[in-house]
């Protein structure tokens, strides 16, 4: 495809640095160059422009977005940044453009950045989703992998799972991958990553999964930091429609941290015992702040029936969302890295998986 582009930026050298790119290539061509995104908006339609590279540095030209959608609804808007803000990423998605690039870029990355971000949907913003159980043994990881299939297979959207369970991470394994590169590359590397260098270190499941695998050994754990792992995060929000974030079990910073930053989160466990219902009401004064600052938080337990829901309910004091059957075929798919292939579909468990990603779907 052919594009005609038109330049927004209020610095005459990045307009240079920028137009230089097209030079040698039949593919665009720079058709005007703006200092003011109002001239930008009232001239470039004589240009028919396809494509536009906005300076959204500058607070104007980001607010002024939704009168591109308006006025150029077939063209793509591409913001340009000098160095990531998420903040201002998710302003530009929810503007009606693809996303941004990070100032200087080459026109392979360019290429490889309309791809990508036209895999998600204009206008909305990207989904986050925490998975938390207070203690181990929750069936956190295998809710993840299964609830991915189908949200995957209800919507078509492209679905991102991270290994944060940075210990004990088996998301590998239920899926049957062996990691090339996992979430300690990416935390090393992402002060120097623009979204699409970043898609990269995501491995594809199916087509329409990817997974950031968790560390390949129990030490390299220690070389993450909270900060560098929120930066993904927030960085892969803008190249899929659904994150989901596998958590280490047990109150911490870290785990606290993400599950604040998340849209949803997802507290987890699994009836064994019976314990299993104290220790989520021991949670709960969590639950209830998080609540309190507008978080939603959805109760999920595996191995209950329908009939015992409203007794645990009445035991915990507050609605459950879902809960999911046992299921011993697949826990040993699992186990043996064929989840991928999905759960049989007429099979309660996987009834109550779809019943579980239509309401997340829905609820967005």
Not at 105 to 117: P, T, V
Request: charged share 25%; proline share 4%.
């Amino acid at each position: 495809m052919a594009y005609n582009v038109v330049i927004v930026d209020n610095d005459d050298a990045k307009i240079s640095d920028i137009s230089t790119i097209f030079r040698r290539t039949p593919e665009y061509t720079v058709v005007s160059t703006y200092h003011e995104v109002k001239s930008a908006l009232g001239q470039s339609s004589m240009f028919k422009p396809d494509l536009f590279l906005i300076n959204v540095d500058n607070s104007g030209n980001l607010d002024a977005l939704p009168a591109f959608e308006d006025l150029f609804p077939d063209a793509i808007v591409l913001g340009t940044l000098k160095q990531w803000d998420s903040d201002i990423a998710f302003q530009v998605i929810r503007s009606g453009g693809l996303g941004c690039l990070i100032k200087p870029f080459g026109l392979d990355e360019l290429k490889n950045s309309i791809k990508l971000f036209s895999r998600g949907i204009k206008g909305v913003k990207p989904r986050l989703f925490s998975f938390f159980s207070a203690k181990g043994r929750s069936g956190k990881t295998t809710l993840i992998a299964n609830l991915a299939l189908s949200i995957a297979q209800q919507t078509g959207d492209l679905v991102a799972i991270i290994d944060a369970d940075l210990q004990f991470n088996d998301m590998a394994i239920f899926f049957d991958i062996e990691p090339t590169i996992t979430i300690v590359e990416a935390t090393r590397d992402v002060r120097f990553l623009s979204p699409t260098k970043l898609n990269s270190y995501f491995l594809p499941v199916t087509d329409k999964i990817q997974l950031l695998c968790g560390p390949k050994k129990l030490e390299y754990s220690e070389l993450i930091d909270m900060e560098s792992l929120l930066h993904v995060v927030r960085m892969a929000q803008t190249l899929f429609h659904y994150v989901l974030i596998d958590l280490p079990p047990g109150f911490s910073q870290f785990s606290t941290g993400m599950c604040e930053l998340a849209d949803d989160t997802f507290m987890c466990g699994m009836l064994n015992t019976g314990f299993e219902v104290e220790h989520m009401k021991r949670s709960m004064s969590l639950l209830n702040i998080w609540e309190h600052y507008g978080k939603k938080v959805e109760i999920v337990f595996s191995r209950v029936s329908d009939d015992l829901k409203p007794n645990i309910e009445k035991r915990l004091g507050h609605k459950i969302t879902a809960v999911m059957p046992n299921e011993f075929l697949m826990v040993s798919a699992a186990n043996s890295g064929k989840i991928r292939d999905g759960l049989d579909r007429d099979s309660l468990l996987a009834r109550k998986i779809r019943e579980l990603a239509k309401k997340i779907i829905d609820d967005g």
